[in-house]
């Protein structure tokens, strides 16, 4: 069990049926708001990908280190409200939006939805891995079969930290985070996909 962080397919994010997953009623729900906003509904989500290891078709990574140094890196380096958008989301988006989207809709962990864009993500989280040195050309670039979070938790982070040492080093699970929501928020724009919690 555990809470994993993936990527959402055309036909998952149209069901109707939640209790098979379904993200039908989010979807209309998120449309509605988008029209209400004059903003063009969000109708081109690919199809799910067919599993195929290293091919970043995919994304799924577990949340399993504990995220305090990350709140603290996110509340030293952002403002209350870009730290709010980066760590309160439930969906994200591969288009920009200028404010995040609260719907009436429960999502996996909470009675709300809050939709946030990719592209203010990523601006954030880049901010965070230039902050701790992130070497980012050298963790998992496809993230669809736990990549990244097996880096982490099985040796490869550390011997990395042990030849490349910087701020990012001293707090893997810190780095971590980045490094997730780095590849989260360009893997859901690179595929035009939404990501969620489940």
């Known amino acids: 069990m555990g809470i994993y962080l993936v990527s959402v397919g055309a036909q998952e994010w149209l069901d109707g049926d ?12 998120l449309d509605e708001e988008l029209r209400r906003r004059g903003l063009a509904p969000y109708e081109s989500v ?12 995919s994304f799924e990574e577990k949340l399993v280190p504990p995220m305090d140094g ?12 870009e730290g709010e958008l980066l760590l309160g989301w439930s969906v994200l988006v591969p ?10 809709v429960e999502s996996a962990y909470t009675d709300e939805t809050v939709v946030v864009g990719a592209p203010e993500v990523l601006a954030l ?3 965070l891995a230039a902050v701790i040195g992130l070497p980012v050309e050298a963790i998992p670039e496809a993230c669809d079969n736990l990549d990244l ?50």
């Not at 990350?70 to 409200?81: M, Q, V």
């Open 18 to 29: 939640e209790d098979e997953g379904g993200k039908g009623a989010l979807a209309a729900a």
């Open 46 to 57: 690919p199809e799910a990908a067919a599993f195929v290891r290293g091919s970043g078709l």
């Open 70 to 81: 990350f709140g603290a890196l996110c509340r030293e380096h952002l403002s209350p409200g």
């Open 95 to 104: 288009f920009s939006l200028d404010h995040a989207i609260r719907l009436p």
């Open 125 to 127: 989280v880049q901010r």
């Open 149 to 198: 979070t097996m880096w982490f938790l099985e040796g490869a982070a550390k011997e990395t930290a042990e030849s490349r040492p910087g701020p990012w080093s001293e707090n893997l699970d810190t780095a971590f985070y980045v490094a997730l929501y780095l590849r989260a928020a360009q893997h859901s724009l690179r595929r035009g996909c939404p990501m969620t919690y489940c």
